[in-house]
């Protein structure tokens, strides 16, 4: 259920990347060797873009643009955080009264409101930050809801969920 989000939030996230730099360099400006620090960086593109991405001068206009916030470094941790979720999820790990390695970065009203960084209901609180489509959010909840309704052993103050 957690890498449904994770999977609609990265294709987003690169969405967003291809078209700035589509815009900036042309629909096919990444095959200009020109438009790249080197030749060895344009040979590695594919492999490198996330790498690219958190090294771009671009990241500020794509945290503002997409994500109403011109502070990139709560994104970038927000991403780190998501792809820690989908690697532990991806190979069986769990994540039940796991504490949560790659924290997000909070804004302050988030952890005035309790928010722990090191549990998975933060990594939860990233997901709704990052999917721009409110559908998609509403339908994650309601899926979480009838998980949370099936498990009622389920402790989820150990998760980091909020009481109320």
Known sequence: MLLDLIGIIEIAFRTHIAYLLAHKYGPLGY???????????????????????RKSKDKKKI???????????YIESWLRTIAFVRNVSAHYGRLYNKNIVIQPKLYREDKQNRIAPDKLFSAIWVRKQLITDKGQWRSFVLNLSA??????????????????
């Open 31 to 53: 095959l200009d060797e020109n438009n790249f620090l080197n030749a060895k960086l344009h040979q590695g593109f594919k492999e490198e873009l996330e790498r690219k991405l």
């Open 63 to 73: 945290a503002l643009d997409y994500y109403e916030t011109s502070a990139y470094i």
């Open 147 to 164: 998980l949370i309704e099936e498990y009622t052993v389920v402790n989820l103050e150990q998760l980091g969920f909020p009481v109320n």
